[in-house]
């Protein structure tokens, strides 16, 4: 990418995107396109087509999506399938109608099949059932990689995909019952020191195992796909390291510094047993992830710290 290149950031102001222009300000690519959730609504097809007409950015980092935990993805599947859907569509084909060089579009790695061979490598991708929890989810990107894939065969477009395991890091949401786990553990080891509680909830039974990547290594790892990969197959981004969530419960106890105990509640879904991402393609073109999850952690805490208000203010 080319210093002056006009970029659109979608989804700028979420984890990911607010890292990726984060990454992005800090190499000196400072032509940033960029519109708030209220400025532009990435779900209306014509406001979407515009906005990029008008602005025709050159590159284009589809960061923007609806997002959470295993929680709310089980229990809002029509909201999670038709956001994902029109976001995904709408920024694909505006780009491609706007003559965009290169787009990176945000997959995950919770959309490859739940009992996929671990460590999962891309080639696994519809090669079996969805894990029921976040299926809608997984749908709506598992359409959004096709649409890419689909528009560079019949268009000619170069339009590439990112698989990343689970993120966490500063900009995160810290809603209960909607974020993912590592900021919902983190406030709740927080609030549980804080008023001298007994014990935090877990959810479920602690033995499902995750990959955890820290947000600015996944915006490291997009900025450098953009400039050093094209192809249609999507890229896993991974750290190889996993851990249960019981251990994870208690690596962000440590870090918080609460005592008490871990208490289940299997009224809550586990979600997938496992999904360890085969990161290999990416380390073998020259990238690797920086940042340890005790670094990580101990980086979320401080953010969540100093920002405590703003994040419970916004709740979701
Ligand atoms: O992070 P999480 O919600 O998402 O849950 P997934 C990970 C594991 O942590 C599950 C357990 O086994 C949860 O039961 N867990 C324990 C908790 N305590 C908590 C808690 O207080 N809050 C939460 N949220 N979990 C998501 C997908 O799956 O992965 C999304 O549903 C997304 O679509 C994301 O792709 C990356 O890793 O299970």
Not at 28 to 54: M, P, V, W
Not at 73 to 83: A, E, H, I, R, S
Request: glycine share 10%; proline share 3%.
């Amino acid at each position: 990418m080319e210093k002056d290149a006009k970029i659109f950031v979608a989804g700028h102001t979420g984890l990911v995107g607010s890292a990726i222009v984060r990454k992005l300000a800090s190499k000196g690519y400072n032509n940033l396109c960029l519109a708030s959730h209220k400025e532009l609504d990435l779900r209306n097809q014509k406001d979407t087509e515009a906005f990029i007409q008008k602005e025709k950015p050159e590159y284009v980092f589809m960061a923007a999506a609806t997002v959470g935990g295993v929680l709310i993805n089980d229990t809002l599947p029509g909201k999670f399938l038709y956001d994902n859907l029109a976001m995904s569509m709408n920024v694909i084909h505006s780009s491609y109608l706007a003559g965009v060089k290169k787009l990176l579009y945000m997959g995950s790695g919770c959309i490859y099949p739940k009992f996929a061979e671990q460590p999962i490598q891309e080639g696994a991708l519809l090669s079996g059932a969805l894990e029921k929890t976040n299926e809608a989810y997984a749908v709506a990107k598992i359409a959004g990689l096709k649409l890419c894939e689909y528009y560079n065969k019949q268009y000619g477009t170069e339009f590439i995909s990112c698989m990343p395991c689970n993120a966490y890091g500063p900009g995160d949401h810290f809603g209960l019952e909607s974020s993912h786990v590592v900021p919902a553990l983190i406030r709740k080891a927080h609030e549980a020191k804080k008023n001298h509680a007994e014990s935090i909830v877990m959810w479920g039974t602690g033995l499902p195992v995750r990959e955890f990547i820290y947000i600015d290594d996944i915006a490291s790892a997009c900025v450098f796909l953009m400039g050093h990969y094209t192809g249609d197959e999507c890229i896993n981004v991974g750290t190889g390291t996993e851990y249960t969530i019981r251990e994870l419960t208690q690596i962000v106890c440590d870090v918080v510094g609460f005592q008490g105990k871990v208490v289940n509640d299997l009224g809550k879904p586990d979600g997938a047993p496992r999904k360890l991402l085969d990161s290999s393609k990416i380390f073998a073109l020259g990238w690797k992830p920086t940042v340890s999850f005790a670094e990580g952690i101990q980086k979320t805490y401080q953010d969540f710290l100093a920002n405590e208000e703003k994040y419970l203010r916004e709740g979701n």
